[in-house]
């Protein structure tokens, strides 16, 4: 290689390593921050305050007015169930809101230690752009999984080491992040569809 390729060589590592160092960091502090939680009256699910996979943060506000089906798990998922969960999930949305306007999947991963920003970003791209896929801090991941209702449970995996298990069932809240029901996280796509539209067509509790 010759001197001048070495010094473009040699700047693009730094470049490269600055970058990551900077996404490393990013990730860190938003991991440290606490989520403060509010039911809204609601007997599951409430508020919730995460990191995203640009390394920002996302909160129930930021969706306010669009319908949030929320599901627990983690791109190393017990059984890999979250992935068929998503999709299927993702094409019953399709099928009740073809426009892509009114509804969003909140993936929330319970391995912060592994799902960092930029593989909650592969992974939600590889399910489709419904998907936004967040994490938090372990103590905080328990506290809020407690107001969805959702275990924590870390399993044994031969490939993985470990690998933590998907919640049964997705949580739907509705524009205003009232809960409205759940839907079986196992269920086929007509089902999902199904579910949803009975969801959605129930009148509203009252505030």
Request: aromatic share 6%; charged share 20%.
């Amino acid at each position: 290689m010759t001197p001048a390729g070495k010094r473009v060589a040699l700047i693009s590592l730094g470049i490269l390593t600055l970058a990551g160092a900077g996404a490393f960091v990013a990730t860190s502090v938003a991991l440290k921050h606490s989520i403060s939680l509010n039911s809204y009256g609601n007997p599951v699910g409430g508020s919730f305050r995460l990191m995203d996979s640009t390394t920002g943060t996302m909160t129930d506000k930021s969706f306010q007015g669009r319908w949030m089906v929320v599901l627990f798990g983690a791109t190393h998922c017990g059984e890999d169930a979250c992935s068929p969960a998503l999709h299927t999930m993702s094409a019953a949305m399709d099928a009740v809101d073809p426009g892509k306007r009114s509804m969003v999947i909140i993936f929330v991963s319970l391995d912060p230690d592994r799902d960092d920003a930029e593989r909650l970003r592969q992974y939600g791209e590889s399910i489709g752009p419904r998907v936004v896929a967040g994490t938090a801090a372990p103590f905080a991941l328990a506290d809020l999984a407690k107001e969805y209702q959702a275990p924590v449970e870390k399993v044994a995996d031969p490939e993985w080491e470990y690998a933590m298990r998907m919640s049964p069932r997705f949580v739907v809240m509705d524009p205003q992040t009232r809960y409205r029901g759940t839907i079986d996280a196992k269920a086929d796509q007509s089902s999902m569809v199904a579910s949803l539209r009975q969801i959605m067509a129930t009148e509203q509790p009252a505030p």
